[in-house]
């Protein structure tokens, strides 16, 4: 008997390709049509593949050896990472870096090599803080202050351009401030000249 039934495979849509431009020829001999520009998968195929992949799968847990799991599709990411904790696998749900099995041994270069980048810049960061505290200088990780160290420029120019615009409000205040005074005044003058004339 079959591990999924066909009635199974129909209803999740397991028949339906990729668009006929985009398929890979390695994929000929499990293809049954195509209809409308999609590819239909053979599911009679597809059901005894299953089968041999359940079979494999399960020789592979019986001798304790580990089984990836890899769905990076959405509609797969929650399936994949459920089914691999509860049997304690490994998965990857996200996005799958090509290489990563044929081509491990660049893949792990290129780990290390990043891993090598995150500590010198971790010791830049804390002789960075050493001077400054040295120094006598307040040192504010750039973390807290979200990346505000890395665009100083642009911060100092908004900064200055926040200075004039309070200037200039400051003046324009002055002026009003002055405008009425002359205006009051100028109403006091008309006052005494009307009392004296």
Not at 34 to 53: F, P, V, W, Y
Not at 59 to 87: S, W, Y
Not at 93 to 120: A, P
Not at 141 to 149: A, H, I, K, Y
Request: charged share 30%; net charge positive; with cysteine.
């Amino acid at each position: 008997m079959a591990v999924v039934a066909m009635k199974q495979l129909l209803e999740a849509g397991v028949h339906f390709g990729h668009q006929t431009r985009r398929w890979d020829p390695k994929m000929a001999e499990y293809i049954f049509q195509a209809r409308n520009g999609i590819h239909i998968i053979d599911l009679q195929k597809t059901s005894k593949k299953i089968d041999e992949a359940y079979a494999f799968l399960k020789e592979q847990a019986e001798e304790g050896k580990t089984v990836l799991f890899v769905g990076t599709k959405k509609q797969a990411q929650e399936c994949v990472k459920e089914a691999a904790e509860k049997c304690g696998m490994y998965y990857v749900n996200q996005r799958w870096l090509g290489g990563t099995l044929t081509n491990f041994s660049t893949i792990r270069k290129r780990i290390g090599r990043l891993l090598e980048l995150e500590k010198m810049q971790k010791q830049a960061q804390d002789c960075m803080k050493e001077a400054a505290e040295k120094c006598g200088m307040y040192y504010v990780n750039q973390r807290w202050l979200g990346g505000t160290l890395t665009n100083f420029d642009t911060i100092r120019k908004r900064i200055d351009r926040l200075t004039q615009l309070e200037t200039m409000q400051e003046e324009e205040q002055k002026n009003k401030h002055k405008n009425v005074l002359k205006k009051q005044q100028k109403n006091q003058e008309c006052t005494i000249l009307t009392k004296d004339g």
